[in-house]
């Protein structure tokens, strides 16, 4: 059977980028980002929803947004749905978040989040490791999160 993962998000950062490295030096970072939808209700009336996503960075990708980013930048972002588990305490937890492939820095001078004064044109950052889950390596109990 064929499948197919890929995901296509653009919203604001949650909170500042904290670059992290794993044991081997990969730079990793992980990020809340917000998507909103407005929509109108069954009375016609206009609602506001926000979905709170967490996206994970690797590589030259984590560094970019580190540099770049902070709460409140808009972003563009594409990758896949991971689910990671865990048992704690007994319990079996889950988190579905999504893996950045590609990542596209949106805005330009002065607006949120921007911090170079050199560029106002978009960034575009791939992964070189995009099929990957992490890059080589690297295993889930290496992450510093």
């Given amino acids: 059977m064929a499948s197919y993962n890929r995901v296509i998000l653009m919203g604001n950062l949650t909170r500042d ?7 081997g030096g990969t730079p ?3 990020v809340g980002l ?3 939808d407005r929509r109108k209700n069954q009375n016609g009336e206009w609602i506001d929803e926000t979905t709170f996503v967490d996206v994970t960075f690797w590589g030259r990708t984590a560094e970019v947004a580190a540099e770049y980013l902070s709460k409140g930048s808009p ?3 594409e990758g896949r749905l991971k689910l990671d588990s865990w ?3 007994g319990q079996k937890n889950y988190k579905l978040r999504v893996v950045c492939d590609r990542m ?3 805005g330009g001078r002065g ?3 921007a911090r170079s004064s050199s560029s106002s044109h978009d960034e575009y950052v791939e992964s070189r490791d995009a099929h990957r889950d992490e ?4 295993g889930s109990d290496e992450i510093p999160f």
Avoid: D, M, S, W
């Fill in 75 to 77: 972003v563009f972002v």
């Fill in 34 to 36: 917000a998507v909103n």
């Fill in 135 to 138: 890059p080589t390596g690297i």
């Fill in 104 to 106: 596209q820095l949106l």
């Fill in 87 to 89: 048992e704690k305490e």
């Fill in 28 to 30: 990793v970072t992980e």
């Fill in 17 to 23: 980028v904290q670059l992290r490295y794993t044991p």
């Fill in 111 to 113: 607006e949120a989040g």
